[in-house]
């Protein structure tokens, strides 16, 4: 079900126009006492229009034509398969009401049922925050908290273990996984990579617990955060210091850390 505000934010509750009554209860009055007498006529009407020899398939590409146009005139090109799903929803609606309007079935001027939709499906983005994904944008940012308030007490020290050179680092409690920390380059063209390594079982049952993990992973290696392994599966297979071969999740610290709505931040106020 899609929630849309019952606030038409016209003045009048419900409504955009009140029609020349007095008020949005008297609208509301005369609507249910017509509802009540003429309850399923334009059904009726449109269904037998609908089922007339010959005319299926007509009516089908009519109703493509104008679903395809209503979701590519209302979406910009880099909506999110959640918000491209709502506006076929609402798109439905539309060509269906253009489809009776065509028929004689609604009384309707040209345009109606689309600008109704259309007027529903903005309330809907404007309730859900835009067309954007956010469905992406929660998990990385879940992803991000973890390691910005984690990355030091909950991952183990690669380097530590691996190479035995701090017998004394303090044991890492409540364990997520592993950090390693690598350098590249030569000379003054050296630069520093963190690398974390979540264990199966921490990434699953408490990192993205309740979240639909192949949608999880598979989003994270769109955005080139998580590394998937050689045979394509999410996690690679890898031998953790101190630990037998098995499979963790590779996670890039600057993939994830780099925040593309830092450039678009509002400045300081001078």
């Known amino acids: ?63 493509r034509r104008t679903l395809d146009r209503f979701t590519s005139d209302a979406l910009p090109s880099n909506a999110s398969g959640q918000a491209h799903r709502a506006a076929a929803r609402f798109g ?10 065509a028929l004689g079935v ?29 469905e992406g944008d929660a998990i990385v940012q879940r992803l991000r908290l973890v390691v910005e308030r984690y990355g030091e007490s909950r991952f183990t020290r690669w380097d530590a273990i691996a190479a035995k050179t701090d017998d004394h680092a303090p044991r890492t409690g409540d364990r997520l996984g592993f950090r390693r920390t690598m350098e590249h380059g030569v000379g003054d063209l050296l630069y520093t990579s963190v690398t974390y390594y979540f264990l199966a079982t921490a990434w699953r049952e408490e990192v993205f617990k309740g979240m639909n993990l192949r949608n999880v992973n598979r989003e994270l290696i769109a955005r080139g955060i998580l590394a998937p392994g050689a045979d394509g599966k999410a996690a690679q297979a890898v031998t953790l210091p101190g630990m037998p071969k098995g499979r963790a999740y590779v996670v890039s610290a600057s993939a994830l850390l780099t925040d593309e709505s830092d450039s678009q931040a509002e400045p300081l106020a001078a």
């Not at 019952?6 to 509301?28: C, M, P, R, T, Y």
């Open 1 to 63: 079900m899609l929630a849309i505000p019952a606030d038409a934010g016209k003045g009048h509750g419900l409504f955009e126009n009140l029609h020349g009554f007095i008020g949005g209860a008297a609208l509301s009055d005369a609507l249910q006492s017509r509802v009540a007498k003429y309850y399923g006529t334009p059904l009726v009407a449109f269904l037998q229009a609908l089922c007339e020899p010959g005319k299926a398939r007509a009516y089908t590409a009519m109703l």
């Open 92 to 101: 439905l609606a539309a060509a269906a009401g253009e489809l009776a309007t």
């Open 106 to 134: 609604t009384g309707w001027p040209d345009g109606t049922a689309t600008a109704a939709a259309n007027a529903c499906l903005a309330a809907w983005l404007a309730e859900r925050g835009g067309a954007g994904n956010l």
